[in-house]
């Protein structure tokens, strides 16, 4: 089979660009893995070819990558670690459900793994036999794709994998899988010379002093990385080439970069680097009263999603204070009567889905340069962890009766906290919902994520003296805050919803109307 590494394979992709993201991958393989089927896309001629011949020799399962090797062991599967969540960019592999070995067949669950947003078992798609664990329990970071296992046909194979591991095991399979051409050089590490036009004498001296040049490209051909290593390294401006790898084929991971960041070369640099501006002692304070908490991938995700949606969405904030004494004493005699536990949060997320009804501009999902507006309204709710905020998605709130949600509701709330939530159950939400009443907080500004038209507050009950007439009555209170993404909501839109909002809350039979 034909190999095309750097330029070259870079030009054949540049060529099938219609249907594909912006990032031109590195390879074969990474194209494979992000690009794997064919169909639907309007590819080159040459593209086709490609990956005609690379699907004999591997193929898509569960979202990760799954190469069947050539090697001189028997027949056998290696299993990469799958996207089980659509911003799931690595994860942790919690515990193993099998033990080498194993019979396995098609849907059996193999381990747990950790994603941004629960913990979900990874399901093989093939009868065989567990030959070979290949990272452990507790190993967490691993980049979509990483092989995890290896899956054989015959139980008599797996003696034979005693001792694999997939550094090893990789050279022999990319030795079939794409075999050095020397015909085709591989790309330098360092850029070609650019041929530089004499420029007429200028009245002002041009500075020859290197450290004020462009910094230069961080070469991407030579070095092999993970995204978020890549983008850390560039805002660090530091070279990758300089980092040792220890992931999959020497690749750099973000715990590489951390580790040389901390080194003694790299704090040496940024000395040099800063002239007369003396770093900092480091100080070891370990022994001054404090501890470090490792961060899981739920809070890293929440982080991420804080930092894109601050940097992308033009918020704007609307509220509103409404009176809720009759939507008190309303959900106050529906429990005594029908023995339900109804809760002010589930009669809000009615409202809201009922106000969106009458306002769709607040029922959107931003989508490039157009909105997608559902027939139907489904909500995020905002859930509290210990490791972080997820939302899990109500559908058809607006479908549903006040008990039927406060149902649901209660079940997404529980799978939360418990880690349990799946992608379908997490994802496709137009509005946000987050109550902090039960915290005592009386209004708060969130943030609005993945596009969606806003996010909806809600604050603690609180007891309010307002004028009456002639009277002065104290009445039960919350304020309402509505964060809105101005790109496709705007702010008469959004009053206009807080308007029908407060005439459900203060009348709540008008939610029928």
């Not at 794709?145 to 022999?172: K, L, M, R």
Request: charged share 25%.
């Amino acid at each position: 089979m034909r190999t095309m590494v750097g330029r070259r394979w870079q030009r054949v992709i540049l060529g099938a660009r219609i249907g594909l993201s912006s990032t031109v991958p590195e390879n074969e393989a990474s194209f494979l893995r992000s690009y794997g089927s064919v169909s639907g896309r309007k590819l080159s001629t040459l593209a086709r070819e490609w990956l005609s011949d690379l699907r004999t020799s591997s193929r898509i399962a569960n979202g990760g990558f799954l190469r069947r090797t050539m090697s001189s062991l028997p027949q056998h599967n290696e299993l990469g670690l799958p996207k089980l969540s659509p911003t799931m960019d690595t994860g942790n592999i919690v515990k193993w459900l099998k033990a080498e070995g194993d019979a396995v067949s098609a849907g059996d669950s193999l381990a747990e793994i950790e994603t941004d947003k629960a913990t979900l078992d990874f399901d093989t798609t093939d009868d065989g036999f567990l030959a070979k664990i290949l990272l452990p329990d507790g190993t967490n970071d691993i980049p979509i794709g990483t092989p995890i296992c290896v899956i054989v046909e015959n139980q008599s194979d797996v003696a034979a994998f005693a001792d694999y591991s997939p550094s090893a095991a990789a050279a022999d399979a990319d030795s079939d899988m794409f075999p050095s051409n020397p015909s085709i050089p591989d790309v330098p590490t360092t850029p070609d010379p650019v041929p530089v036009e004499p420029v007429a004498a200028s009245p002002t001296p041009v500075s020859t002093d290197p450290t004020v040049s462009a910094p230069a490209a961080l070469p991407r051909s030579g070095v092999f990385a993970s995204f978020r290593a890549r983008k850390h390294a560039a805002e660090a401006g530091i070279e990758l080439n300089k980092v040792v790898g220890t992931g999959m084929y020497g690749s750099v991971t973000m715990k590489d970069l951390e580790a040389y960041m901390a080194s003694s070369d790299f704090l040496v640099q940024a000395d040099a680097s800063l002239g007369a501006v003396p770093m900092p002692t480091v100080v070891d304070r370990r022994e001054e009263g404090y501890y470090e908490v490792a961060v899981g991938p739920i809070r890293k995700a929440a982080a991420e999603r804080a930092v894109a949606s601050k940097q992308t969405v033009p918020h704007f904030y609307l509220n509103v204070e409404c009176n809720v004494d009759k939507l008190l004493q309303m959900i106050e005699e529906w429990n005594e009567k029908e023995k339900t536990n109804l809760k002010l949060r589930d009669v809000m997320i009615k409202a809201a889905a009922v106000a969106v009804q009458k306002e769709p501009a607040l029922g959107g999902t931003l989508m490039g340069s157009a909105v997608r507006r559902l027939k139907h309204v489904d909500l995020s709710v905002e859930v509290f962890t210990n490791q972080g905020p997820v939302f899990g998605v109500l559908r058809n709130a607006d479908r549903k009766g006040i008990e039927t949600i406060a149902e649901e509701v209660s079940d997404l709330d529980a799978k939360g906290k418990a880690g349990l939530l799946t992608p379908e159950e997490s994802s496709g939400g137009t509005l946000a919902i987050s109550d902090l009443s039960d915290y005592g907080v009386k209004n708060s500004t969130p943030l609005v994520f993945n596009n969606q038209a806003g996010t909806l507050s809600i604050g603690a009950v609180q007891q309010s003296a307002k004028i009456d007439g002639d009277d002065l009555k104290v009445q039960s209170t919350l304020f309402l805050t509505l964060s809105c993404d101005h790109r496709h909501v705007d702010g008469a839109v959004g009053a206009q919803w807080m308007k029908h909002m407060k005439k459900f809350i203060e009348n709540p039979v008008s939610m029928l109307l």
